[in-house]
């Protein structure tokens, strides 16, 4: 249980503090260096930063591996888009100047660091993982750690009024029945594209690939995923679609926050969700509040049903619109932060926003 924030000086030192910060509360870490891996060489990219491997045993004895990356403008996972051109906002897709992350289920310190024994991989067998980009190489406004239970959050203000995210940990089960795995990582952007994601506003993954949903269109994978082992399959279920519903890794998947997304469109994943129905009505019309929705996380099953995985503990959904980023709020004896997903100020996703319980 701990909360810490404060500044940084860059990506390097924001995770080397995220390092101190978590086995000062109970992480054992793995492995810290420093680390090139880049793929791609495309002229500028640069590729050079830090690798974190840490693990943790939650409380239902399940051992969470996690692999963190910092870097200086590089393509950090394997699965990305190989467009070489430069945008109009002067990035390659895919480039990170900034935080990545993925899982594993096991540590190896001679596997680069996004190919660690059992890490998820794409059909090509190429890594995948979630991230956050543009941050400053010298001046982060401020960051944000969160632990309560076997739930870590990473919430940095990257510009002023501007916010990216982690989050990673252990799923407090649902108590319908036991199951082996649990552990989760997400975060704002996919690293399929995150440089497009973060600063092409007239992409829909704008609208969308900010917020907690973790869902992604039908060609990539999302921005977060859950390991599970159930109905004789393990591995790393992506939060949303993994490829058309023709596709076996269909059925290797798991949605949050607990209801399928419209088939339709990408642009409707949002409308068809349990938040969404929360978000509409949010603030309710008769007192002004916006209610704190559980992120609930289901998974299929090979008969075609879902089971209801579980829920990050005390990370919630709400519409952020009407409240101050950082706002503090006092439920019981409980304290609660609130931020936006990204920004107040975006056209459409301003009202997407999240709230973590302050334990200190």
């Not at 990506?11 to 891996?37: C, E, F, I, Y």
């Not at 393509?75 to 990545?100: P, R, W």
């Not at 019309?285 to 209610?291: D, E, F, V, W």
């Amino acid at each position: 249980m701990a909360y810490q924030t404060g500044t940084s000086t860059g990506p390097d030192d924001l995770l080397d503090k995220l390092r101190v910060w978590l086995v000062a509360n109970g992480w054992t870490q793995n492995g810290w260096a420093d680390d090139n891996t880049t793929y791609h060489t495309w002229t500028g990219l640069v590729g050079t930063g830090k690798r974190l491997h840490v693990q943790k045993t939650a409380a239902d004895s399940t051992v969470m591996y996690f692999n963190l990356r910092s870097v200086n403008r590089g393509v950090i996972f394997e699965d990305h888009n190989d467009d070489s051109s430069i945008e109009s906002y002067g990035k390659y897709q895919a480039e990170v100047t900034g935080l990545a992350i993925n899982g594993s289920t096991g540590y190896n310190g001679s596997n680069a660091w996004d190919y660690q024994p059992g890490s998820p991989v794409g059909s090509s067998s190429y890594s995948w993982g979630a991230c956050m980009t543009e941050l400053s190489l010298t001046a982060i406004p401020a960051y944000y750690f969160w632990q309560d239970g076997d739930t870590v959050v990473v919430c940095v203000e990257y510009q002023s009024g501007k916010f990216q995210w982690l989050a990673f940990g252990c799923l407090d089960k649902s108590g319908a029945g036991a199951y082996t795995g649990g552990q989760f990582f997400s975060g704002s952007l996919c690293g399929y594209y995150p440089s497009e994601q973060l600063l092409n506003t007239t992409s829909y993954a704008v609208y969308y690939n900010r917020t907690l949903f973790f869902c992604h269109n039908e060609n990539w994978y999302g921005t977060g995923a859950v390991y599970l082992n159930i109905d004789s399959a393990a591995g790393w279920r992506s939060i949303g679609y993994q490829g058309s519903s023709s596709s076996a890794l269909y059925n290797r998947e798991a949605l949050a926050p607990g209801v399928r997304p419209n088939d339709a469109s990408p642009s409707y994943l949002n409308y068809n969700t349990l938040c969404s129905f929360f978000w509409s009505r949010a603030p309710n019309h008769y007192n002004a509040l916006s209610p704190f929705v559980p992120l609930y996380v289901v998974g299929k099953r090979s008969n075609g049903n879902w089971s209801l995985l579980g829920w990050p503990k005390s990370l919630r959904m709400l519409n952020a619109f009407y409240h101050d980023p950082g706002a503090e709020y006092t439920l019981g004896s409980d304290v609660w932060m609130i931020f936006p997903c990204h920004a107040k100020s975006d056209a459409d996703g301003g009202r997407m926003g999240f709230a973590v319980k302050k334990v200190t």
